[in-house]
């Protein structure tokens, strides 16, 4: 594993990805095969810390759902979209200003 010069992120081979998450090189092809991954630098075949966080989020969901390889390409996007949604309502709530009123007022 090196570090990557413009990039505060390591940068490691398809071997050393395969050593870091403990699972089977098949295991990791398949991912590949179903682009939950891929290589983050294709021209040289490697990966970067964004590429081993991912393998290491998918193991868990195959581990503890049983989830397999195309349900854990599925699971994954759907727990980025859950994602993206709480931060678009987090910048909504705070973009939008509260109006206070007092229903002592209307009575």
Same mark, same amino acid.
């Given at each position: 594993?090196?570090? &990557?010069?413009?990039?505060?992120? /390591? /940068?490691?081979?398809?071997?050393?990805?395969?050593?870091?998450? *403990?699972?089977?090189? !098949?295991?990791?092809? %398949?991912?590949?095969?179903?682009? /939950?991954?891929?290589?983050?630098?294709?021209? &040289?075949?490697?990966?970067? *810390?964004?590429?081993?966080?991912?393998?290491? =989020?998918? %193991?868990?969901? &195959?581990?503890?759902?049983? %989830? &397999?390889?195309? %349900?854990?390409?599925?699971?994954?996007?759907?727990?980025?979209?859950?994602? !993206?949604? =709480?931060?678009?309502?987090? !910048?909504?709530?705070?973009?939008?200003?509260?109006?206070?009123?007092?229903?002592?007022?209307?009575?």
């Amino acid at each position: 594993m090196k570090q &990557s010069p413009e990039l505060t992120d /390591i /940068i490691m081979s398809f071997d050393e990805l395969v050593s870091a998450c *403990g699972q089977e090189p !098949q295991w990791i092809v %398949a991912l590949i095969e179903e682009n /939950i991954i891929e290589y983050d630098i294709p021209e &040289s075949k490697q990966f970067t *810390g964004y590429q081993l966080t991912t393998v290491r =989020r998918a %193991a868990r969901l &195959s581990r503890d759902f049983e %989830a &397999s390889v195309p %349900a854990i390409g599925l699971i994954l996007e759907l727990l980025d979209e859950v994602e !993206q949604l =709480r931060q678009f309502k987090r !910048q909504w709530d705070n973009d939008t200003q509260m109006i206070e009123v007092d229903i002592e007022t209307f009575k």
